[in-house]
């Protein structure tokens, strides 16, 4: 079983649309949690960190639901230039342990 | 400030031939990583560092091997490439063990 499972998608919505993104994590001695964004062949980027109380940042509210291991990622009025892969990343002691990421695809 | 960098951006190499990437950082970090990410694999750590003159092995170490000898600088090393390291290899930094700053990545093909 992987450490951080994703939804591979792709999710295919319209401008507008509300899409959310699920992850799991195996290590329930994971401390931090990460929501990050990889354009087609760029670098992976970070969105947001993702805290227990839950987080708001413009379009975007991440999720963390420890007892579950889960993590949830919500984009509201999705814009195209939101096109992208959506990566969850779990920190455990010292490194970090990346999804293989969700494909947002948002169309016209 | 360039951030991460990474040189050199792709390179084709032969079965058993050997090669450094470079991964350079200018934001006094302490922590550096180097990543492969592969299709439906995610980003898989290889090997990190917790300071200068330190290395540590990640997920999948074999195969590759690393230094650290200035604070700016995180070398990885393939001494005999295969084609199963074929791959887009990553190099992050971080201050602690919280958000990394990913370099643009390097294309590396063994044949």
């Known amino acids: 079983r992987k450490e951080v499972e994703q939804d591979p998608g792709p999710f295919n919505v319209p401008e507008g649309a509300t899409v959310a993104f699920n992850c799991t994590y195996s290590?329930?001695?994971?401390?931090?949690f990460f929501w990050y964004r990889q354009d087609c062949r760029k670098e992976p980027k970070l969105l947001m960190s993702?805290?227990?109380s839950g987080n708001e940042d413009g379009r975007f509210t991440a999720q963390l639901n420890r007892a579950s291991q889960y993590i949830s990622l919500l984009i509201r009025d999705s814009k195209l230039s939101d096109s992208a892969t959506y990566l969850c990343?779990?920190?455990?002691?010292?490194?970090?342990?990346f999804g293989a990421g969700t494909r947002l695809t948002v169309k016209p | 400030n360039a951030g991460v960098t990474q040189t050199p951006k792709f390179r084709v190499l032969k079965t058993g031939q050997s090669m450094t990437l470079l991964c350079a950082q200018d934001?006094?970090?302490?922590?550096m990583y180097w990543y492969r990410q592969d299709p439906g694999m995610g980003l898989r750590l290889i090997h990190y560092?917790?300071?200068?003159?330190?290395?540590a092995k990640g997920e999948v170490p074999d195969g590759y091997n690393v230094s650290r000898l200035k604070k700016q600088n995180f070398l990885l090393g393939l001494e005999s490439a295969a084609p199963s390291q074929t791959s887009v290899y990553f190099c992050?930094?971080?201050?602690?063990?919280?958000?990394?700053?990913f370099g643009p990545g390097t294309r590396l093909t063994v044949l």
């Open positions: 992050a930094s971080s201050q602690s063990t919280d958000t990394q700053y």
């Open positions: 290590n329930s001695a994971s401390q931090s």
């Open positions: 993702v805290y227990s």
């Open positions: 990343v779990v920190t455990g002691e010292w490194d970090m342990r």
């Open positions: 934001m006094n970090h302490e922590y």
């Open positions: 560092s917790v300071g200068e003159g330190t290395t």
